[in-house]
């Protein structure tokens, strides 16, 4: 049972067919020491499960990887579609035509859930769910998750969307290993929006030692699920349990696994024992354990909160993906927050951690040859957020009509766009 990590991503699997379906069985469960990749529990890993609102984490991942790229910024705002004003619970409520920040959208991704920012993020980044998921799908695949397959952004029921749970474990490790500082957001306990304050999902964060992430999920086909990770004594764990009768059974096992595991850790740590030595019984048995049926009118949602039926909805957007083309020389930023000139109004299209990424912005705003924007006054601007250097792409040169046309256009096209007031 114990391999190395990158065995597990390099593992033969049978490719899924067309016609491929999870069994009528729920659960499947996998425990992994996330920085040799041993994996001390595994039962049905590798047989096909439903994710649910696991696939946000891909989603995510997706997310911090178009940030490294400067493709968005933390600051930019998203705006709400039609599409996704209607997502069906879990959901944040927003309103069609109205904005949230990337950063407000993990967040609300991470703690609440949320459907309909996982929409938001799709259009933005893929130009359309339909074309988003299959980006997802691409990407799973490079890092070896070969047995998933993602039909949208959020997890509502789909039975052509599937994954198990060793893509899972993998999907774990790849988003904390590849983005560290920003996998912080998954140990946020709570959301404070418009005056309400939603909790995590994952009720392990807080009440289990160590646990500092990930995800939760139900619909009525996958049954209670979470991907969960702990660290304790400078050791990491993954763990993924599918299948759980409710959301108590799920994280009972779950935290009964960490604890073994753990436990067994401990137990090589004090009697100098290598990864070779033979597994307790309790990890190592195979007999597998089967959890009690969902009744079938079970109504969809996340983690214990039940919502309404979800209805799939089959209005698939087809807009093509903007094209990037080769990046001219960089302009210089501004070494100082400069204001805008006095009585004129701006657009940014744009806030970036670096230089490069604000230019790569620019450079694909400018290839983009919007009429409005021939000719206008383009700047990068340096400031700082909380500290760290903050870029921003902005046009100058506005009255505050012909922005707010300007931005209307460009949010219409899927691209970040908002009006800046004077000063």
């Known amino acids: 049972m114990r391999t190395a990590l990158f065995i597990l991503v390099a593992l033969v699997t049978v490719p899924i067919m067309a016609l491929a379906r999870p069994s009528p069985e729920r659960f499947a469960a996998i425990a992994v020491v996330e920085a040799t990749g041993e994996v001390l529990h595994a039962r049905h890993a590798e047989d096909l499960r439903y994710p649910a ?36 619970p879990s959901r944040l409520g927003l309103k069609a035509n109205t904005t949230i920040s990337v950063e407000d959208a993990v967040r609300a991704m991470v703690t609440k859930s949320a459907n309909d920012v996982a929409i938001v993020l799709a259009e933005r980044l893929g130009g359309g769910e339909a074309r988003f998921a299959t980006l997802m799908t691409k990407r799973a695949h490079e890092m070896g998750m070969d047995n998933s397959r993602f039909i949208n952004a959020s997890g509502l029921p789909d039975k052509r969307q599937v994954t198990t749970a060793r893509d899972m474990a993998v999907l774990a490790y790849r988003i904390h290993h590849d983005y560290p500082e920003d996998y912080r957001y998954f140990s946020l306990s709570k959301l404070v929006w418009k005056a309400r304050t939603l909790n995590n999902h994952n009720t392990l964060l807080g009440r289990v030692e160590g646990v500092d992430g990930l995800k939760t999920g139900f619909t009525n086909a996958s049954g209670y ?39 067994e850790l401990d137990r090589r740590r004090e009697n100098n024992m290598d990864t070779n030595t033979p597994l307790p019984r309790d990890l190592d048995d195979q007999k597998p354990v089967l959890f009690a049926g969902l009744p079938e009118d079970t109504a969809q949602g996340d983690g214990d909160r039940r919502g309404v039926k979800i209805v799939i909805d089959d209005n698939i957007e087809t807009r093509p993906l903007p094209v990037l083309k080769p990046a001219s020389p960089a302009p210089q930023p501004i070494l100082t927050n400069i204001p805008d000139p006095q009585g004129d109004w701006a657009v940014q299209v744009g806030a970036f951690s670096s230089n490069a990424q604000a230019s790569q912005r620019l450079n694909h705003i400018n290839d983009m040859e919007v009429l409005a924007l021939i000719g206008r006054n383009s700047q990068i601007i340096k400031g700082e957020r909380n500290g760290a250097a903050l870029y921003r792409v902005r046009y100058l040169g506005f009255d505050a009509n012909k922005a707010r046309e300007v931005c209307t256009r460009l949010n219409a096209d899927g691209q970040s766009c908002f009006a800046v007031p004077p000063g």
């Open 53 to 88: 609102s696991l696939t946000k984490v891909m989603t995510l991942y997706m997310v911090f990887e178009a940030i490294k790229a400067g493709e968005i910024g933390w600051d930019d705002p998203l705006r709400i579609s039609s599409k996704a004003a209607r997502a069906r």
């Open 225 to 263: 699920n979470i991907a969960v990770t702990a660290e304790r004594k400078g050791e990491r764990l993954i763990v993924i349990v599918f299948g759980g009768a409710s959301g108590k059974e799920r994280d009972t096992y779950a935290t009964r696994l960490l604890e073994r595991a753990f436990a």
